[in-house]
């Protein structure tokens, strides 16, 4: 589905673009896609030399649930002392908090096509779960246990 916009990236940038083809939900729940994404960038990443990349120059990049992605394994690869840091991440419209569904992001944008809020609940179930028999919890929220959303509402908050 993306292998247009790499190779425009690609010839755009003068970049070489891999793009990994990721186990999908709801056949494959989480973690499944995050460690297909994570194993095949530690792979890359110890075998820059063969593909002549210069280890400075690595970044992620994912839209959607790929976002998501990117955005994990640029955090657990963070703190690896044994892999060239990555030098960027690049998230397109990133799926990144599932925790709290009526922000003021998904109260503005509920209308707006393509990823309507419900879309958006419904996906995050899919990947998380397999399914999504618990919609209408998630959507009020009270998916998520008060000692949890408080712990979070640092930085998942209409605040």
Not at 14 to 31: F, I, N, Q, T, W
Not at 96 to 102: E, G
Request: hydrophobic content about 40%; some cysteine.
């Amino acid at each position: 589905s993306h292998e247009r916009i790499c190779q425009y990236i690609a010839k755009e940038s003068d970049s070489l673009v891999v793009s990994v083809g990721y186990r999908l939900a709801p056949e494959h729940k989480y973690p499944a896609a995050y460690e297909d994404c994570l194993s095949a960038t530690q792979h890359f990443l110890q075998h820059l030399q063969h593909y002549a990349v210069d280890p400075a120059r690595v970044a992620v990049c994912g839209d959607s649930a790929g976002g998501n992605l990117a955005a994990a394994v640029s955090q657990t690869l963070a703190g690896s002392s044994h892999l060239p840091r990555l030098r960027a991440q690049i998230l397109i419209y990133p799926g990144l908090q599932a925790l709290d569904f009526n922000l003021p992001s998904y109260q503005q944008n509920r209308g707006v096509p393509l990823l309507f809020r419900e879309r958006a609940a419904f996906f995050a179930l899919l990947y998380l779960k397999g399914d999504a028999l618990h919609m209408q919890e998630v959507l009020e929220g009270s998916h998520i246990p008060p000692d949890m959303r408080l712990k979070y509402s640092k930085w998942v908050s209409p605040d």
